[in-house]
């Protein structure tokens, strides 16, 4: 079954592509032989972040997608998910939601977690958070204050031109240089800012995220050479071999994994052996998740190459009641859940209550 939930958020979210004051998320819950998974699509609603959007991804799921998973009714695995579908070019989101629903139905039913199949070492991971671009510098203060005080590990500025030096200016005078502090541009730099953006190497970033477009790759790597702040690609990284070419082009020094926008858990995991063996540190980014997406990004933070806090935050910062259990903050760190799958249950109750939509398909893994 496909559904679509409007689950409106605690506080808007301004970044440099947009506002976002509800979640619209397309969940993919499957009926498997012996248990139900359950996936989530984090495509936004508009094909901003990336190209993918909610509609596109739902009607992709159903037309051309699912079709080509049914073709192995019988016993699917989550391995041949990818695989059966690769043909189809892109829609990574979509694809990744699929995947994720095979897989925690395999998992439940064998009674194995996600972090221990995936190859989690950790029981809790570090919680950063992500702050949205606000109206004043006194209301930016007052929201980081209020995140350091929950106590994340971590906290991740959105930047655009215009709202760069002086946010950044105002937190480090009034938190000081001990504040684990990074910045997210959602590519709305050009490589002629990077005069503008060294101003930023004396407030002692831990990264610069995604200054410049997804396709740039190039660029990237020149304006790393000029920056002393490391660069970190988010949006440019659509899979594993993208990412080894971007460092062995020195394009990026750290990486932001989202399964979504390489395809799958699966992937995503082989893009952090890579990252593993090289050294090169990871971190897990966040799509605003609801408890099943991020029951699964908490997984995947459990593996040994996560060595920095994700924008993996407490359910509390994006929803006033969750799909599952709620996420909580227990000293800056989540807690992985150790229960078959996801190891998260689905309050059907109260998914029901916020499904706009609902769509059954005849599909059934048997
Ligand atoms: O660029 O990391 C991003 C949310 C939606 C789309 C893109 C991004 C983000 C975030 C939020 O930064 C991270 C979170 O889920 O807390
Ligand atoms: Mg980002």
Redesign the pocket.
Known sequence: MLRRLAMPLVSP?R?S?GV?AARDVLLVQMEGPDAVGWGECVA?SEPL?SPEYVEGAHAVIRSHLLPRLQRRRGQLLADEVAPLLSAVKGHQMAKTALEAAVLDADLRAAGVSMASHLGGVRDRVGAG??VGITATIDDLLETVAGHVEAGYLRI?L?VEPGWDVEPLRAVREHFGYGLALQV?A?AAYTLGDAGHLSKLDEFELVLL??PLRDDDISGHAVLARKLRTPICL??SITSAAVALDAIDRGACAII?V?AGRVGGYLEAKKLHDCCFERGVPLWC?????TGIGRAANVALASLPGFTLPG???ASD??FRRDITEPFVLRAGHLVVPQGPGLGVTPDLEVIDEVTTFKEEIIWQVT
């Open positions: 979210f970044t592509l976002e936004m972040y958070v992500s991740k959105k997210d959602n995220e995604q988010d949006e932001n989202k980014g966040g799509m605003l998740e924008d993996i935050s910062r994006y």
